[in-house]
């Protein structure tokens, strides 16, 4: 690369389904689970199976991406079919079955359990986790940071989820305005990390 050239940007993200009026999911205990093994690993064993039940109003679209849980993606049928050797590089994909007022109305969603866990944060010039596990402001070594993935944990904090940009770039293109993506980082001068990455 040339003085002349732009930099080549490496941008990280948080995703969730966008604010606007779409069904989202609330998981059963099964993510409480999720989370012990993110958090201890080996003796927990990770749930095989989850279940959720849809949020929001019945006249609303059910969310293509609907999982606001930064360590739990949710991903509909389409998304499994089109990027199914991407989600298999990186973790799982496991059933989920999702209910509406108590009776099972899906069973196409799969929830991606991201087992991929990369040492590549810069702990040095990031926050601290809160006791929630979420860092704040993350600092990533850029030598280091997995690109070929489409997403991947850190051991400083496992209960979330970063997403490469080349990944969000894809799925932004199919979901459009029903993604949120929040930039975590980025190696570009200038470009500013979303004040409140892992809220909601």
């Known amino acids: 690369m040339t003085d002349n050239e732009p930099q080549r940007e490496c941008a ?18 099964g993510l409480v689970q999720l989370k012990r093994w993110e958090i201890y690993g080996p003796p927990v064993v ?16 059910k969310a293509a991406f609907p999982s606001t849980f930064p360590d739990a993606p949710v991903l509909s049928s389409l998304l499994v ?5 991407e989600w298999e590089s990186a973790g799982r994909l496991l059933p989920l079955t999702i209910t509406d007022g108590g009776a099972v109305v899906d069973e196409d969603y799969r929830v991606w359990r991201v087992d991929e866990m990369v ?5 040095a010039a990031s926050s601290r986790p809160n ?16 690109v070929r993935l489409p997403a991947f944990r850190v ?24 993604l949120e993506a929040r930039l975590a980082w980025s ?11 892992w809220g909601v």
């Not at 990770?46 to 679209?61: D, L």
């Not at 040492?119 to 702990?123: A, L, Q, R, S």
């Open 12 to 29: 990280v993200y948080r995703l969730m389904p966008s604010r606007r009026d779409i069904r989202g999911v609330l998981f059963d205990e």
């Open 81 to 85: 079919e089109r990027f199914g050797a």
């Open 155 to 178: 051991p400083q904090a496992p209960t979330c989820v970063y997403w490469n940009g080349w990944m969000v770039d894809r799925l932004k293109g199919l979901l459009g305005d029903d």
């Open 46 to 61: 990770p749930p095989e199976w989850f279940g959720a039940r849809w949020q929001g109003e019945r006249s609303w679209p």
């Open 119 to 123: 040492d590549c944060v810069d702990t």
């Open 131 to 146: 006791a929630g596990g979420e860092m704040a402001r993350t600092v990533f070594r850029a030598d280091a940071l997995p």
């Open 187 to 197: 190696n570009v001068p200038g470009r500013r990390p979303h004040r409140y990455v």
